[in-house]
T-cell receptor, first 115, second 115 residues
Framework: GDSVTQMEGPVTLSEEAFLTINCTYT??????LFWYVQYPGEGLQLLLK?????DKGSNKGFEATYRKETTSFHLEKGSVQVSDSAVYFC??????????????FGGGTRLMVKP | ETGVTQTPRHLVMGMTNKKSLKCEQH?????MYWYKQSAKKPLELMFV???????ENNSVPSRFSPECPNSSHLFLHLHTLQPEDSALYLC??????????????FGPGTRLTVL
């Protein structure tokens, strides 16, 4: 079955540091890939997405590139802010297996940014 | 009101109580979901409804009973819960389609505490 693996947190960085959160996936089909973010006390929000190989999703300074050859979708940001402190979830949707109706989530990575 | 709303935001109940969680989406979607988010555990998909029909039940105990009266509303009826059921319950919605990737929109969640 499909699966998503993320680096375990928490990840603690100082403000303006470079961020990388690793995400790799296993899928039998040709999935779409997502990063969701959950701020304290809130539900999940879609941060960015990519639907085919070599696509780069980007939003709010965050980027992730769909790498089919390494089955990865690592999240990066060049300069984090305290307001980026949240839990980040990598996810995939495998149209071939479930008509796009199901998301498979990774375990989440907590990011803590200190001033 | 826009997006996905959930009520109540916080709920404390005893093990013998009966309560219901409500979710409403204003996005014109035709699929709705219940997730359970516990501390230190991955996001767990509980139920999926497509066009008001339940299409997924991930071995959820019968003390959780979903109801989807129409494509905009989703309920989770709770009875005789256990303390380990304490968690954040998230509702989501999406447009289900065989040719489109599955972007889910989440509500803010209901924080449930079972005493």
């Amino acid at each position: 079955g499909d699966s998503v693996t993320q680096m375990e947190g928490p990840v603690t960085l100082s403000e303006e540091a470079f961020l990388t959160i690793n995400c790799t996936y296993t899928a039998t089909g040709y999935p779409s890939l997502f990063w969701y973010v959950q701020y304290p006390g809130e539900g999940l929000q879609l941060l960015l997405k990519a639907t085919k190989a070599d696509d780069k999703g980007s939003n709010k300074g965050f980027e992730a590139t769909y790498r089919k050859e390494t089955t990865s979708f690592h999240l990066e940001k060049g300069s984090v802010q305290v307001s980026d402190s949240a839990v980040y979830f990598c996810a995939l949707s495998d149209l071939e297996n479930n008509a796009g109706n199901m998301l498979t989530f990774g375990g989440g990575t907590r990011l803590m940014v200190k001033p | 009101e826009t997006g996905v709303t959930q009520t109540p935001r916080h709920l404390v109940m005893g093990m013998t109580n009966k309560k219901s969680l409500k979710c409403e989406q204003h996005l014109g979607h035709n699929a709705m979901y219940w997730y359970k988010q516990s501390a230190k555990k991955p996001l767990e998909l509980m139920f999926v409804y497509n066009f008001k029909e339940q299409t997924e039940n991930n071995s959820v105990p019968s003390r959780f009973s979903p109801e989807c009266p129409n494509s905009s509303h989703l309920f989770l009826h709770l009875h005789t819960l256990q303390p380990e059921d304490s968690a954040l319950y998230l509702c989501a919605s999406s447009h289900e389609g065989h040719l489109s990737y599955n972007e889910q929109f989440f509500g803010p969640g209901t924080r449930l505490t079972v005493l």
